[in-house]
């Protein structure tokens, strides 16, 4: 029996991965629910995301392992390079390391039509409401009142009341700038990055996580999104250039870069097993984005109103996991709402499971991320190659860095185990 009354219902903002994955939850919850998307047409925008085996698991138990597997590649493994090509470690991925669940790399745009067809399809076509962007939110006893404004044409429309808001929309969030109306900037990391994307025959095993390099001199994380994009076998490969400097460009993830801004950091990249120049240089788009992140708020949820995904806890990308702990966050939503009579007792139970748990994931992203691995190699050998990788560092040790990072966004296998 559903913890909200029958004709109660919760006004989703935002279609990104975060809302559409929380629509899906309460609809197999029972809990009726509605999304209102800015935009006027949803188009299959962005990059290369990974769902690592703690948001996939949710993801299949939504019924969607298929769908997802055949637009994704199902991740076999995890490697770590120096910037003279150079294997420091190897670990496998998903189901391949034991897990009960894959790990997916996946255009963003790919991720976000299977939800959005799946919510269409399940919660009706009018479940995704368009070209209604947030302007700000009221509450009183009964209900939460969102305003909206027509992205197209800029006129007013009509307010929407419902017993809980959620607000699913990102970093430029409304309601979070309402919220929060003395945040302050966006914190720069120190690190700008470009993006792209080239199709490319299949690198290592064809399904390879790679980080390469470091931040210093030019960092590289490469793996493929797509397979077979030609029918002649090749894939398409997603590629993120990281390198600290200071300068610092707007946050928006539409933002054009240039190659030449960044490409003779990666200059001789030439490995037995990629050409990194070549890469590049068959990239038709280039984006351009400063890695940042937000301070961990102290409060998420005012009343019937509450923040999810990157809303809540923007992060930097450094350990592949901001999508994932919004769709962590979508079921752990879904539990409250079903299990918690009260609406505003629920999304308050919510924020005081998640809000702490992700400030961590946050704050371990900062400082030691996955990649915290070639660092640790890169200010051992000063910056120069090795003969043998453990007279650097020894395999338990690379195995004690990673296994704290799982740990702590929520993915070890322990906790995927014992979870519920």
Same mark, same amino acid.
């Given at each position: 029996m559903?913890?909200?009354?029958?004709?109660?219902?919760?006004?989703i903002?935002?279609a990104?991965i975060?809302?559409l994955v929380?629509?899906l939850?309460?609809? @197999?919850?029972?809990?009726?629910?509605?999304?209102?998307e800015a935009?006027?047409?949803?188009r299959p925008?962005?990059?290369?995301?990974?769902?690592l085996p703690?948001?996939?698991r949710v993801l299949? +138990?939504?019924? *969607?392992?298929?769908e997802?597997a055949?637009?994704?590649?199902t991740?076999?493994e995890?490697?770590?390079?120096?910037r003279?090509?150079?294997?420091?470690?190897?670990?496998?991925?998903?189901?391949?390391?034991?897990?009960?669940?894959?790990q997916?790399?996946?255009?963003?745009?790919?991720?976000?039509?299977?939800?959005? +067809?799946?919510?269409?399809?399940?919660?009706?076509?009018?479940?995704?409401?368009? @070209?209604?962007?947030? #302007?700000?939110?009221?509450?009183d006893?009964r209900?939460?009142?969102v305003?909206?404004?027509?992205?197209s044409?800029g006129a007013?429309l009509?307010?929407?009341?419902?017993?809980?808001?959620v607000?699913c929309d990102?970093?430029h969030s409304?309601i979070?700038? +309402?919220?929060?109306?003395?945040?302050g900037?966006p914190?720069?990391?120190?690190?700008?990055?470009?993006?792209?994307?080239?199709?490319a025959r299949p690198? *290592?095993?064809?399904?390879s996580m790679?980080?390469?390099?470091?931040?210093?001199?030019g960092k590289?994380?490469?793996?493929?999104?797509?397979?077979n994009?030609d029918?002649q076998?090749?894939?398409?490969?997603n590629?993120?250039?990281?390198?600290?400097t200071?300068?610092q460009?707007?946050?928006?993830?539409?933002?054009?870069?240039r *190659?030449?801004?960044?490409f003779?950091?990666?200059a001789?990249w030439?490995?037995?097993?990629?050409?990194?120049p070549?890469?590049l240089?068959? #990239?038709?788009?280039? *984006?351009?984005?400063p890695?940042?992140?937000?301070?961990p708020?102290?409060?998420w949820t005012f009343g019937?109103?509450t923040?999810l995904g990157?809303a809540?806890?923007?992060?930097?990308?450094r350990?592949?996991?901001g999508?994932?702990?919004?769709?962590?966050d979508a079921r752990?939503?879904?539990?409250?709402l079903s299990?918690i009579?009260?609406p505003q007792a629920a999304?308050?139970a919510?924020?005081? +499971?998640?809000?702490?748990?992700?400030?961590?994931?946050?704050r371990?992203?900062?400082? #030691?991320?996955?990649?915290?691995i070639i660092?640790?190699?890169?200010?051992?050998t000063?910056?120069?190659?090795?003969?043998r990788?453990?007279d650097?560092i020894?395999?338990?040790e690379l195995?004690?860095i990673?296994?704290?990072?799982k740990?702590?966004a929520?993915?070890?296998?322990?906790v995927?185990?014992?979870?519920?």
């Amino acid at each position: 029996m559903n913890a909200l009354h029958s004709g109660d219902d919760v006004l989703i903002i935002g279609a990104g991965i975060g809302g559409l994955v929380l629509a899906l939850e309460l609809h @197999d919850a029972g809990i009726p629910c509605r999304v209102y998307e800015a935009v006027p047409e949803i188009r299959p925008l962005g990059v290369g995301i990974n769902i690592l085996p703690h948001a996939s698991r949710v993801l299949c +138990q939504l019924g *969607l392992e298929s769908e997802l597997a055949r637009v994704a590649v199902t991740t076999r493994e995890s490697v770590f390079y120096n910037r003279f090509g150079q294997l420091i470690y190897r670990e496998p991925s998903g189901r391949f390391a034991g897990y009960d669940y894959p790990q997916f790399s996946v255009h963003r745009g790919d991720l976000q039509q299977v939800l959005l +067809q799946a919510v269409r399809e399940r919660l009706g076509p009018d479940a995704v409401v368009l @070209d209604h962007r947030c #302007t700000g939110v009221t509450q009183d006893d009964r209900s939460a009142q969102v305003r909206f404004r027509s992205s197209s044409t800029g006129a007013e429309l009509p307010t929407v009341a419902a017993s809980a808001v959620v607000a699913c929309d990102g970093i430029h969030s409304a309601i979070r700038a +309402q919220l929060h109306p003395d945040e302050g900037l966006p914190r720069y990391s120190g690190i700008n990055m470009w993006r792209g994307t080239t199709v490319a025959r299949p690198i *290592l095993t064809g399904a390879s996580m790679i980080r390469a390099g470091w931040l210093d001199r030019g960092k590289m994380v490469i793996y493929p999104i797509r397979d077979n994009v030609d029918g002649q076998g090749n894939q398409l490969i997603n590629w993120v250039a990281e390198i600290e400097t200071p300068r610092q460009v707007e946050r928006d993830w539409g933002r054009q870069g240039r *190659l030449e801004d960044f490409f003779d950091a990666f200059a001789d990249w030439h490995f037995d097993w990629l050409d990194v120049p070549a890469l590049l240089r068959g #990239t038709e788009q280039v *984006l351009e984005y400063p890695m940042v992140d937000q301070d961990p708020l102290d409060r998420w949820t005012f009343g019937r109103v509450t923040l999810l995904g990157d809303a809540a806890h923007p992060m930097v990308p450094r350990g592949s996991n901001g999508a994932g702990q919004a769709i962590v966050d979508a079921r752990v939503l879904r539990r409250s709402l079903s299990t918690i009579g009260d609406p505003q007792a629920a999304l308050q139970a919510y924020a005081d +499971q998640r809000l702490p748990a992700t400030a961590q994931v946050v704050r371990t992203n900062r400082s #030691t991320p996955p990649d915290v691995i070639i660092r640790e190699v890169w200010e051992r050998t000063k910056d120069q190659p090795f003969d043998r990788i453990e007279d650097v560092i020894s395999q338990a040790e690379l195995e004690a860095i990673s296994r704290r990072y799982k740990e702590i966004a929520g993915f070890s296998p322990e906790v995927l185990r014992t979870g519920d």
